[in-house]
């Protein structure tokens, strides 16, 4: 059985691009960086922190800011 292409989907390697974050959260992101490494952290340290990784091939380090909460499982 060969397989058949579906012509309401594109090929492998045609996938669309993904979505563009929106323009407010592209200008905020560096801001909560900035705070968040600053002293004045403990405003935010309750939600957010950031996470920092390093690209595979770039080696380019990133950092971005994201929430988090405590989860705790009940017994």
Sequence with gaps: MT???????????????KPLAP????RLNPLMRALLRSPLHGLLSG????????GRKSGKVYTIPIGYFLWVPMS
């Design 3 to 17: 397989p058949t292409h579906d012509p309401k989907r594109p090929p492998a390697g045609d996938e669309a691009a």
């Design 23 to 26: 323009l407010w959260l592209l």
């Design 47 to 54: 939600m957010l922190m950031l996470l920092s990784y390093t």
